[in-house]
């Protein structure tokens, strides 16, 4: 359980890296230097940057549900 608890941790957290460097900042961050016109056309689009939200979400909270579990699993052994 600690070792598939810690795998998933280690996906969300790059998972969640990305999408925080995809997010749109003040100055449009990375999102507009990597993505090109393509991300251009598309980073206006509210839809894109709800979605991008949400799943900015997800992964903190899946983030967060393993740092929970893994420390009560450590706790008990």
């Not at 957290?13 to 056309?41: A, E, T, W």
């Not at 949400?54 to 929970?68: H, K, P, S």
Request: charged content about 10%; proline content about 0%.
């Amino acid at each position: 359980m600690i070792l598939t608890l810690s795998i998933v941790l280690v996906i969300a957290s790059l998972l969640l890296v990305v999408l925080v460097l995809l997010h749109r900042g003040k100055g449009g961050g990375l999102s507009s230097m990597l993505g090109g016109s393509f991300y251009s056309s598309l980073s206006g689009s509210s839809v894109v940057e709800r979605n991008l939200d949400r799943l900015t979400i997800i992964a903190g909270v899946v983030w967060a549900i393993c740092i929970v579990g893994l420390g009560l699993l450590y706790k008990n052994t």
